[in-house]
């Protein structure tokens, strides 16, 4: 009834798209905010 | 469906494996405490034209290999793109099965940053409120299921992660042998994210008194941490770009966060990253409010590695012990 599920951790999407040369790109055409996920707006 | 970025996983990094189907089929999939649903890509999943490769990088389930599939004729959109879900397959997740789970296939790439993502999909460990499509989550699975001895489940953190081993997510109780001291708890303040009233802000000695009018904070267990950004007024970037003098770092305050009564310092060892001698702050800033309009604060995984976290389903709240 416990089980433990070992995690990996790679570079981040952020990580990676910087190393390919498209974050900055990116960012300027998409503004981030780490709370965009949270849609409290939205009628769940 | 508009399809938006996946900016809000650009900082995901943790993730585990789980198979679903019969015979099952491997993903690597994000426990995401943000949102609530299960989906992995599929074999019907197309590249976007802004994919480099134009091919999805990832795992994809095939449904002609499962001997169990049939689509149900349903769909779901998430921010990122929509989901066809699938009648109830056996999810496998170690040791435990849940026999009956419905899940999400891609039915296109969601969006460009997606492509770079090392894992395959999302396991979301949000309340079964957040669910889109009302479908069951995981954990609701588990539970319904008799799979779990608790209705918890908990994240440590490793300090040192690796690629092989960066902490774990223990499913049905806590391992008293990854933290020390006492479990502080918060009730969640809403049944929706998993949200705790944030009582105060100290900077070194002071309390900030940021807090006084109120904060909510959300624990994910998927991203960076974020203050509000009007504490960052003046800064006028991404506080990720802010880069520190690493001699300096001894000499910047412990924040303190706290929760119910408790006190959860984190030093700048914790909050400063050091990338090869170049140091970097690991906070962004956020300038969403919560639901109720007051700050919102996210405490990701920065203080994750310090804090194992205890999700208790059970009783609605969220514990801290110094990892």
Not at chain 2, 93 to 99: D, F, K, P
Not at chain 2, 139 to 151: A, D, I
């Amino acid at each position: 009834g416990m089980v433990r599920i070992k995690l990996r951790k790679a570079k981040s999407i952020r990580e990676k798209m910087k190393e390919a040369g498209v974050l900055d790109d990116y960012l300027k055409k998409y503004k981030h905010d780490p709370a965009k996920k949270y849609r409290f707006s939205e009628d769940y | 469906v508009v399809d938006e970025p996946i900016t809000n996983h650009l900082d995901s990094s943790y993730f585990g494996e789980i198979s679903i189907g019969t015979p099952p089929q491997n993903f690597l999939v994000l426990f995401d405490t943000g949102s609530s649903n299960l989906w992995v890509p599929s074999t019907y999943c197309r590249a976007l034209p802004s994919s480099p490769s134009r091919a999805v990088n990832h795992a994809k389930f095939q449904p002609n290999e499962s001997s169990t599939f049939t689509y149900n004729g349903q769909s779901f959109t998430l921010s990122y793109g929509r989901k066809l879900t699938w009648r109830p397959l056996p999810l496998q997740i170690q040791s435990i099965t849940v026999t009956n789970q419905e899940f999400g296939l891609s039915e296109n790439e969601p969006t460009q940053p997606f492509y770079y993502a090392d894992f395959d999909g999302i396991l979301g460990m949000g309340y079964p409120s957040l669910a889109a499509g009302g479908t069951p989550t995981a954990l609701q699975g588990m539970l319904q299921q008799n799979q779990l001895t608790q209705p918890i489940f908990s994240f440590y953190f490793s300090r040192q992660p690796t690629y092989s081993y960066g902490g774990e997510l223990i499913l049905g109780g806590v391992d008293t042998q990854l933290f020390q001291g006492d479990i502080v708890w918060a009730p969640v303040t809403q049944e929706l994210y998993w949200q705790v009233m944030l009582d105060e802000f100290a900077i070194g000695q002071s309390a900030t008194g940021w807090c006084s009018q109120g904060c909510q904070a959300i624990v994910p267990a998927d991203g960076a941490p974020a203050v509000p950004g009007q504490l960052r007024s003046g800064r006028g970037r991404p506080a990720d770009q802010l880069w520190l003098n690493c001699n300096e770092v001894q000499n910047m305050p412990t924040i303190t966060f706290v929760i119910n009564g408790a006190q959860l310092p984190l030093y700048p060892s914790a909050y400063v990253l050091n990338n090869n001698g170049y140091c970097t702050l690991g906070i962004e800033a956020t300038y969403l409010p919560s639901q109720n309009g007051q700050p919102l604060w996210i405490l990701g995984d920065v203080f994750l590695k310090e804090y194992y976290t205890v999700f208790d389903t059970g009783n609605n709240r969220i514990g801290f012990a110094t990892s």
